[in-house]
């Protein structure tokens, strides 16, 4: 079984964020706390729940993530391209601030 | 509000005050929902319906602003201001879809509102493409000019408009419920994949009458299903009587419990098409009458609207080019340009299918630079098409060579209409949250695989469609070549139908194979394209030697090649 980090949309204009280990919300995935089991991510989803319940953020969910040198990535491709940003344009979302 | 609103001679519907002030309200009641969910005083699941309402949709980025384009047709103004939505409130580009419409992939909801003002400005807006109501009605490209049109359909197009808009008794139906309209014998609008699907033609019994050939209960996604004719001929005071009476038959009778079973084909695929009729024409018959009559008179008004531009008496000839760009431009003319019933006068289509590029994709410049063609060249008019290309409707054939190189330079005319590089595809994976799997990167390999003008040429008419779920938004199930992505143990896997077809003999596509992989799938294309080449008699079209050949002769020469 993988790990696993929780990420969602912000609310105000919908950008990928994910939950850092401090409890704030990081649009790079690389930032993500990482829960070790279905368990321990109930915790991060209590978190989550109260950011959406202050207006934090929208449509929160766990993600399955494998670690990676540069630090968590997801393992899903779909969830990898919410991370990275469409992958026939590699000019946007956070693929293109990381090459910037 | 800065009201700019379509100017010249486009034929295009004018808002009334009436419209203006309703579409005004919807923008202000929509900013003060925005500012109280992002005060906390809506929580989201009271603010999803009614951004829905509004057709701001959350993706897999962002939100998405799915922007209603009335029977595809548009106003160089609105096209601009499109283009100023693209460059203020997204990232410089947006996507012309399946649907007619636009959809911009990166607003934010702080700024959707100022969004939706500007698009109230040009009289546009995004109410209806959510949704479980009538969304968009779609036309041909070519409506009212076409050669080969019987009725111009954007009369009966904008009667329908005004009729679903916000039709108190079918905001809430089932699901969304899809018409689409042609008036030619050639159906560019695949009427019968659409929930109802019209054909304007004449009383085929003699009465000299306009009305519609009434066809319901066709659609793809998941169950897909070519419809079955409801009326060969429901005459115009009696259209919205009758499409009245087919609503209300599915509002009572649809089902409600099962969102996959729930579109209308279902209902008429479960009832059987004469149980199904024998109750639509009982509300028919109790609807019929002065209540529900289609006035002449409110016709004739909207159809003065459509009346045709200011044409010359004749636009001329075909400049015959010579040199390096005489078979580029001949090549350009036979495939992207079509001659119209006004003499002289040919349509143009915009090619958003450059090889390697994605499919309906165009940037805020190029809005712009099409704009200002529109209005130099195309009476200030721009067509969107259901394959996600665009026309100039109304071009001077002896100005095509002008045309050409002012599109060529905004890579806008590749010679590929109808053919194999002219690729249908969904936004899968890429964007949408719903997709299994990318289309856009399969779109951009096969075109780029058959970039060569001249064999796409030899090649002839073939329509490859690609969708990322079986949602079906890129319409595979009637490509002559349709590519369905899947989700295998978490792999991209695609299954590749053959033979389906969107026009008046519509088909859906039989699976040609065991799903492949993304980088198999150029190579399984162009293998079936051998074959066709091999075995084609002279002139036969692809899907028609698919349909004389059968898809299985095709699946076992595949299976020999491998």
């Known amino acids: 079984m993988s790990a696993l980090s929780v990420t969602a949309n912000r609310l105000a204009d919908g950008a990928v964020v994910w939950l850092t280990a401090a409890g704030g919300w990081s649009v790079s995935a690389r930032d993500a706390a990482v829960y070790p089991d279905a368990d321990q991510v109930k915790a991060g989803l209590e978190q989550a729940q109260a950011a959406e319940a202050s207006q934090l953020v929208v449509a929160s969910y766990a993600v399955d993530m494998v670690e990676e040198p540069q630090g968590p990535w997801p393992v899903k491709i779909r969830e990898r391209i919410r991370a990275a940003g469409p992958t026939v344009r590699l000019d946007l979302g956070q693929q293109a601030a990381q090459a910037s | 509000m800065t009201h700019v609103g379509p100017v010249g001679h486009a034929a295009i519907y004018r808002y009334d005050d009436f419209d203006r002030r309703f579409v005004q309200e919807r923008v202000n009641q929509f900013r003060d929902q925005a500012d ?10 009271e603010f999803k319906p009614l951004r829905l309402m509004n057709g701001l949709y959350l993706q897999l980025h962002a939100y998405m602003l799915r922007v209603a384009i009335p029977y595809g047709v548009l106003s160089s103004p609105q096209l601009r201001a499109l283009a100023e939505i693209g460059r203020k409130y997204d990232k410089g580009y947006g996507h012309f879809t399946t649907r007619q419409n636009l959809q911009f992939n990166w607003i934010k909801l702080e700024e959707a509102a100022d969004a939706l003002q500007a698009l109230a400005d040009v009289d546009m807006h995004a109410i209806q493409t959510s949704g479980n109501c009538v969304r968009n009605v779609t036309t041909d490209q070519f409506a009212g000019v076409a050669a080969d049109e019987a009725e111009d359909p954007r009369v009966y197009a904008e009667i329908l408009r005004q009729w679903s808009s916000l039709h108190p008794e079918f905001s809430y139906l089932p699901r969304k419920f899809k018409i689409a309209i042609t008036g030619s014998p050639n159906d560019r609008a695949a009427i019968k994949l659409h929930d109802v699907g019209l054909r ?12 519609a050939e009434v066809w319901v209960g066709g659609g793809q996604g998941r169950a897909p299903f070519v419809a079955k004719l409801g009326r060969a ?3 115009e005071e009696d259209l919205l009587a009758y499409l009245e009476a087919i609503l209300r038959v599915y509002n009572a009778y649809g089902r409600r419990d099962n969102m996959q079973k729930a579109r209308i084909k279902i209902l008429v695929h479960e009832l059987g098409i004469t149980e199904f009729l024998r109750r639509v024409d009982e509300e028919f018959e ?52 079509v001659d119209t019933r006004a003499p002289g006068y040919v349509a143009v289509t915009l090619s958003l299918k450059p090889a390697g590029g994605i499919p309906g994709d165009m940037t805020s410049d190029q809005m712009d630079a099409v704009a200002d063609l529109a209005d130099k060249h195309s009476f200030s008019e721009i067509r969107v098409t259901h394959a996600q290309n ?6 001077r054939a002896a100005e095509l060579a002008d045309v050409w190189r002012a599109l060529d330079k905004l890579k806008l005319a590749e010679p590929n209409i109808g053919l194999t590089g002219d690729i249908i595809a969904c936004p899968g994976l890429d964007y949408c949250s719903l997709a299994n799997a990318r289309s856009i990167p399969l779109a951009q390999a096969i075109s780029e695989k058959f970039a060569d003008p001249a064999r796409q040429a030899d090649i002839g008419e073939l329509h490859v469609k690609i969708s990322g779920c079986i949602n079906a938004c890129g319409h595979h199930h009637v490509g002559h070549i349709g590519i369905l992505g899947v989700d295998k143990k978490g792999a991209e896997t695609y ?3 053959l033979g389906g077809r969107a026009d008046l003999d519509a088909a859906i596509g039989e699976i040609a194979g065991p799903a492949v992989d993304a980088e198999q799938v150029p190579a399984v294309i162009e293998k079936i394209i051998e074959i066709y080449l091999r075995e084609r008699s002279p002139g036969e079209r692809f899907v028609d030697a698919v349909a004389r050949l059968g898809v299985k002769h095709f699946k076992e020469s595949l299976r020999a090649a491998d």
């Not at chain 2, 304007?200 to 009305?211: E, F, M, N, T, Y």
């Not at chain 2, 665009?390 to 071009?395: A, I, R």
Request: proline share 8%; no cysteine.
């Open chain 2, 286 to 337: 109790r609807l019929k009458g002065p209540r529900y009559r289609l006035d002449e008179a409110v016709v004739a008004d909207i159809r003065r609207h459509f009346a045709p531009v200011p044409y010359d008496a004749d636009g001329g000839a075909t400049p015959v080019l010579s040199g390096d760009e005489a078979t580029a431009f001949a090549r350009w003319r036979a495939a992207n340009v």
């Open chain 2, 233 to 235: 001929f429901v005459p």
């Open chain 2, 200 to 211: 304007v033609l004449r009383d085929p019994a003699g009465s000299g009458k306009l009305g």
């Open chain 2, 390 to 395: 665009l026309v100039l409707p109304y071009v």
């Open chain 2, 495 to 497: 299954q590749i139908t």
């Open chain 2, 36 to 45: 109280r969910r992002l005060a906390g005083e809506l929580t989201e699941d």
